[in-house]
């Protein structure tokens, strides 16, 4: 008991204190460093530990302050979350590297940031605690942690720009942590507890509109927060914007974080027997407007992020076949798009760092000055576009043989999954012609050259590569541990639809 | 704990205008009324936690007998939610006067490069522009990651010229 | 918070030490809270300077008592560093961003930082004991005189709790308060109020 609820309240206290540090000794930039990275470092490694005990052992449960479930808050790790807490880690620390890398390159080893540090480690908490908690209040916090360092990230160093892309941001995400605290609300004057384990329980015995009534409430909530669409237009307004570092993190991590909440929440409070049409519809409009808007793109950035909301439709058709290889595959298809999207937003970086602009008509040649950047970008692009020997092709077979298995709906969508990969195959295909191919060109001019920003010059430090490659590492491996990882999102998908398991981990005794 | 079986209309009808209210300034372009009808929004949010415990009047957690007395849960609810709204409040504060300093108001402007892929075969002349006047007085040393991100994809200078609603400052 | 905080940070102790003050925190060399040496003098108010000399302290008093009081009754870490913050807010009003810089030695991320490890660590702390994470105990110590003195130790995550809204309203007073005020002379404004 004591050993398991000092290594799950670890991952998110361990930022935390690492956040209180950092601002306390804001003027050490190599301390902040040392910090940030043994700190993210040793939340992965307890987040492997959490798998491991979560595969072996059933859920790892710990009640804060010694008050036991359902009047006090639990923290839970099953397989799901600890599967995904691990790959956030380790994407969260590739990209610390990244930037510190990127700021040593830029301003030299003695800089020392005031913010970044701490509201980095502070979104790393947030995210901890968000897949952690067994408590939807909590979940709430979770969010609010995790979003309000994400402001002062997209905020920071403000351009006029950034500023407005920032204010679209913070506002969107503003009205949808208020509509969860009023979803909150009223689930709670509906069944008088926030405790998910317990809640459970609870609604099922609440009369069905009103359980659809708070079911749709957080679908909208973890919808706007996940990028569903029509609820996904304000993210490729505002991660273009951000810093490069930070819009790796948040591609990777923020959405995702929202989708496991969706997962979460309707796997485990709004259980149902058949394939959800609302989330098939949803599904097929999120795979092809994302994927439709990325090929209008001509804005690298813009273009990802097109693409990481056509993505998120994938997750979805999981989560709406409501099966368990459903679910499982879609817990799978998460992990794989964490790395992946992380890893494409970061190769973004570098090649703007190249050209000097993110215009993919004013790039070109690339893979003759830059090979190893050329590798570095054809990797997660096969990768998300599923092609054969990846971990995303093993991700969406995984999606596909459970769609197929339930019905004619599925069917179809099905095929629009496959549509959906042929259009993101054509859009990265376009950024390899455009970016790659073609006469090599010279970099852009910095156009702000007082900004002391590093644009259009070969100035990259090896490390950024490293973390780069690094990245994509995990997204290889991913591809080699399929097999087991699979098995792992399996048992994952069978718990979360039977919710036996972690209800009596949570609660103890009879569910 | 159950589903309150009146309900305190006067409340629900507080509840309800508080909603309105916020909504409504929520999806104004200014950033102050942004900011006003965030305020108004959490206090609705909160009015309605509290509600979810149970009736008003009850006391607070004295004595022994839990029917009693007021849901303590709510009530630690909204004081962390009014925790949270605070620092959102301060955090949107200080972004509306940074824009204020960058752009000369809080308006919250068009997507340039949105528009331009909206009118891709149009006359790129004439779009909204969010380029400041290039004030960076501010930027102060602390930028950690340098974002290379934060290039505009478009180079048209016809497009950053024309900064739409642009005021400079005095 | 944002990017001007560290030329606010500057700007204050600049006035500092052009006031000619001395910058201990509240030692009997400078004039006691209130300098004197505000924003221009049109915008001063006796009556709101002489109050705030007389609530200032008593403020402070106050939010440790309710810090202490909150384990039972109302209170807490968070109402009492607000009502800790709220007296700055005041004296800041009284008298303007140049006063505040003189009046403090500490750097506000410095005081929510260590709000913040303290608040962290008071959480790990049982662990040493063999608790469970956040677990609190109480502790009675017996005095000769006073009696019976007994201490939750989930003070100290309130201590904690304390010191991070208290840095953070110092933090939001120099970069919102400060900072504006100093954006507005650099303009060639005056301030309002």
Redesign the interface.
């Known amino acids: 008991m004591n050993a398991a609820s000092t290594i799950i309240t670890l991952p998110v206290l361990l930022p935390l204190l690492g956040a209180a540090v950092s601002v306390v000794f804001a003027r050490s930039a190599m301390l902040q460093r040392v910090v940030g990275i043994v700190v993210l470092a040793a939340v992965a490694a307890l987040a492997a530990v959490l798998l491991v005990m979560a595969d072996t052992s059933g859920p790892v449960v710990a009640s804060l302050g010694g008050w036991a479930a359902p009047v006090g808050i639990a923290l839970v790790a099953d397989r799901l979350s600890a599967l995904l807490l691990l790959v956030s880690s380790l994407v969260t620390l590739a990209v610390l590297v990244y930037a510190i890398d990127q700021r040593i390159a830029d301003y030299g080893r003695g800089t020392a940031s005031t913010t970044f540090h701490p509201m980095y480690l502070m979104l790393s908490a947030g995210v901890s605690l968000a897949y952690l908690t067994g408590d939807l209040f909590t979940l709430f916090v979770a969010f609010e942690v995790m979003l309000t360092a994400s402001y002062v990230l997209i905020s920071r160093r403000t351009s006029a720009t950034r500023v407005r892309a920032g204010m679209t941001y913070v506002t969107v995400s503003l009205m949808s942590s208020l509509l969860f605290l009023t979803a909150i609300a009223l689930v709670y004057a509906a069944t008088g507890t926030v405790n998910l384990a317990d809640l459970a329980g609870r609604m099922d015995a609440l009369p069905g509109e009103l359980r659809t009534v708070l079911g749709l409430m957080l679908l909208v909530v973890f919808g706007i927060k996940a990028a569903i669409v029509p609820l996904h237009f304000w993210l490729p307004d505002s991660y273009p914007n951000a810093p490069g570092p930070v819009a790796a993190l948040f591609a990777g991590l923020l959405t995702k974080v929202g989708f496991y909440a969706l997962l979460r929440t309707q796997t485990l409070l709004f259980s149902r027997d058949e394939p959800w049409m609302l989330m098939l519809v949803l599904a097929v409009a999120t795979m092809l407007v994302g994927a439709l808007g990325a090929l209008a793109q001509n804005d690298l950035n813009r273009l990802l992020s097109f693409l990481l909301v056509s993505h998120i439709g994938f997750m979805l058709f999981g989560l709406a076949v409501f099966d368990p290889e459903g679910v499982g595959g879609a817990a799978l298809y998460a992990a794989h798009h964490i790395t992946v999207l992380a890893t494409l937003f970061l190769v973004s970086g570098l090649i703007t760092r190249r050209t000097g602009t993110v215009a993919l008509d004013q790039m070109g040649g690339l893979a003759r000055t830059a090979p190893g950047l050329a590798v570095l970008f054809a990797i997660p692009a096969m990768t998300l576009a599923g092609l054969p020997p990846t971990a995303g092709f093993v991700a969406k077979l995984a999606l596909l043989e459970a769609g197929v298995g339930v019905g004619n709906a599925a069917v179809a969508v099905a095929a629009v999954v496959m549509v959906a990969s042929l259009l993101t195959l054509v859009a990265l295909v376009r950024v390899w012609v455009r970016v790659f191919w073609g006469e090599p060109r010279p970099p852009l001019p910095d156009d702000d050259p007082d900004d002391e920003v590093v644009v259009g010059t070969a100035a990259t430090a090896a490390p950024m590569y490293a973390a780069t490659a690094g990245l994509v590492a995990v997204s290889l491996a991913i591809a080699v541990f399929a097999g087991p990882l699979t098995e792992i999102t399996d048992r994952a998908g069978t718990d979360l639809l039977d919710r036996g398991p972690y209800r009596v981990a949570v609660l103890g005794g009879a569910p | 704990m159950i589903i309150v079986p009146t309900i305190n209309l006067t409340m629900a009808v507080t509840v309800a205008v508080l909603y309105a209210v916020g909504f409504y300034l929520l999806l104004s372009r200014s950033l102050m009324r942004v900011l006003i009808g965030v305020v108004v929004l959490g206090h609705a949010s909160n009015l309605l936690l509290q509600l979810a415990g149970g009736p008003p009047a009850r006391p607070p957690i004295v004595g022994t007998d839990p029917a009693a007395m007021a849901d303590p849960l709510p009530q630690a609810l909204a004081l962390t939610a009014i925790v949270i709204t605070f620092a959102l409040t301060t955090f949107l504060l200080a972004l509306g006067y940074r824009s204020f300093v960058l752009v000369g108001h809080d308006e919250v402007q068009d997507d340039v490069e949105d528009r331009r892929i909206g009118r891709q075969k149009a006359d790129p002349v004439g779009l909204g522009s969010d380029e400041g006047d290039g004030d960076d007085s501010d930027d102060s040393d602390d930028s950690a990651d340098s974002g290379a991100g934060d290039r505009v994809a478009s180079t048209d200078d016809a497009v950053e010229a024309t900064a739409t609603g642009e005021r400079e400052r005095p | 918070?944002?990017?001007?905080?560290?030329?606010a940070d500057r700007a204050g102790s600049a006035d500092a030490d052009g006031g000619g003050v001395a910058s201990t925190w509240d030692g009997p060399s400078q004039p006691w809270l209130l300098n004197g040496d505000c924003r221009g003098r049109q915008h001063r108010s006796l009556l709101l300077e002489i109050t705030t000399r007389a609530v200032f302290p008593t403020v402070l008093v106050f939010s440790v008592y309710l810090l202490l009081v909150g384990h039972y009754g109302p209170g807490g870490g968070?109402s009492a560093g607000l009502v800790a913050g709220l007296a700055f807010v005041l004296r800041h009003i009284a008298g303007g961003g140049g006063d505040l810089g003189t009046g403090r030695v500490v750097?506000p991320?410095?005081v929510?930082?260590?709000?913040?490890?303290v608040a962290?660590?008071s959480?790990?702390l049982p662990?040493a004991f063999?608790?469970?994470?956040?677990?609190?105990a109480k502790l009675g110590v017996t005095l000769p005189v006073l009696g019976t003195i007994e201490v939750q130790t989930s003070l100290l995550l309130e201590v904690g709790v304390y010191l991070l809204i208290v840095g953070?309203v110092l933090e939001?007073l120099r970069?919102?308060g400060t900072g504006?005020e100093r954006?507005l002379d650099?303009?060639g404004?005056q301030p309002e109020s």
Do not use: K, N, Q, Y
């Open positions: 918070m944002t990017d001007p905080d560290d030329r968070f750097r991320p410095t929510f930082g260590t709000g913040m490890a962290v660590l959480a790990l662990l063999g608790l469970g994470v956040l677990e609190s953070v939001l970069s919102l504006i954006d650099e303009a404004e």
